[in-house]
């Protein structure tokens, strides 16, 4: 016997949020639109960025790059075992600058090729400009592959949001009044302080506004690559964006994939609703950080044999209130690139204990956020630091290592 992971009625409800959004095509054809760096700057200057933008150009000019450091150390990148270079914590547009300002007065920092958010998509930080400057610095201006966003569902949106989701779905969502127009998902489960993470729990009906959400920044920024945390909105992601071909998600450690079962778990899903192109909507799998190095291989193998192109990451330091204390899984990396396999390398933290190095900084609000930038870049500007040391370390080893655009001469 075998169960759909969806039932006609959540294929119904799906179908009726992209529609109400002019399609699957309109949709893609919107990413595309947006994704343009002179329009994204157009925007961003309406809304008061153009001169940060501005800056962030010349700040790129000065990076580091990858061919001055191979020529001067006598490099050859001929191993198996390709590294992608990943940094977490980028919270919007000013923390990204003040970073960006700090590598560049370095001057001998590779920049990592993907760049990690998480700051809920408030209608403050899509709608003001925060997010698409966020995005064009990384992608458009430092020419990162992917800047990942994070729709949150413990989030406070305008009433409005919730109320049209319902009308176009037919689904109802437990929320709460917060007063100012907004309404908040009521979480029940307190796995962090903050309120399991402020969006593992997806209850009931939820994943609707999870792709209510991830649609709106997408058709206002051109974002596309989300983080995805749960069970329930991987399942949802991979169909709802099966026929959307530049949309695509990365899963959450926090997902619990500590294990090959439940990588197995994670694979059949893929199957169960891949797009016509055989391909799969998910780009990177953060495998979790109980795994051994052996067991982050055996993943790496099974998905080979499987047929998907997935990336898969591994947590090499971590924010103290994240996991245990002192976590360092440099030399499982060593080990998993040795073997001939390909890695990405994500940085929660450089190792160090430093303001804002923790969670606290993802739940910030807009106001607060801004306010403690500096700190914020600081951390940001360290896991950066922590990066560069050991993917030089990487390719000292000959494996080829991802950068950011900015950090190669051609």
């Not at 006598?74 to 980028?90: E, H, R």
């Not at 007065?105 to 090729?113: A, K, Q, S």
Request: glycine share 8%.
């Amino acid at each position: 016997m075998h169960f759909k992971l969806l039932a006609t009625r959540d294929l119904k409800a799906m179908d009726a949020l992209i529609d109400s959004y002019g399609g699957a095509e309109e949709i893609s054809k919107k990413i595309e639109s947006l994704r343009n760096y002179e329009t994204r700057k157009n925007i961003a200057g309406e809304k008061g960025f153009g001169e940060m933008l501005e800056k962030a150009e010349e700040y790129a000019k000065d990076f580091a790059k990858v061919e001055d450091f191979v020529e001067k150390n006598g490099i050859t990148l001929t191993k198996k075992g390709i590294c992608t270079a990943q940094v977490s914590g980028f919270q919007g547009a000013q923390p990204t600058f003040e970073c960006v300002r700090r590598v560049a007065e370095n001057g001998d920092v590779l920049f990592p090729t993907e760049m990690i958010s998480v700051v809920g998509l408030t209608d403050e930080y899509v709608y003001s400009g925060d997010l698409i400057s966020a995005l064009a610095m990384a992608e458009n201006i430092l020419g990162a592959s992917k800047f990942c966003s994070t729709n949150l569902l413990g989030t406070p949106l305008l009433e409005e949001r919730f109320a049209r989701v319902e009308k176009v779905t037919g689904e109802k969502f437990e929320r709460a009044d917060v007063g100012n127009g907004l309404s908040q998902i009521i979480l029940k489960n307190m796995g962090t302080a903050f309120g399991n993470f402020g969006g593992i729990e997806v209850g009931n009906n939820n994943h609707l506004v999870y792709l209510d959400g991830i649609t709106r920044a997408i058709l206002t920024t051109g974002a596309n690559f989300f983080l995805n945390p749960s069970w329930s909105t991987i399942v949802a992601a991979c169909y709802y964006a099966r026929e959307i071909s530049n949309l695509s998600f990365k899963i959450s450690m926090l997902l619990s994939t500590q294990n090959i079962i439940q990588f197995r778990m994670l694979l059949n899903i893929f199957k169960e609703y891949l797009r016509d192109d055989g391909t799969t909507p998910i780009y990177e799998i953060n495998i979790g950080n109980a795994v051994t190095p052996e067991t982050f291989i055996q993943c790496s193998q099974e998905l080979e044999a499987s047929g998907l192109s997935i990336f898969l990451a591994a947590h090499i330091r971590i924010n103290p209130d994240l996991g245990m204390a002192n976590f360092n899984w440099t030399e499982s990396a060593f080990k998993v690139l040795d073997a001939g396999h390909d890695l990405t390398i994500k940085y929660e933290s450089d190792g160090e204990s430093r303001p804002y190095d923790t969670m606290e900084a993802y739940f910030l609000s807009d106001e607060e956020r801004n306010e403690k930038a500096d700190l914020i870049g600081d951390v940001i500007y360290h896991k950066c630091i922590r990066c560069d040391k050991d993917t030089k370390e990487i390719m000292r080893r000959g494996h080829k290592v991802r950068f950011a655009k900015t950090s190669y001469r051609k």
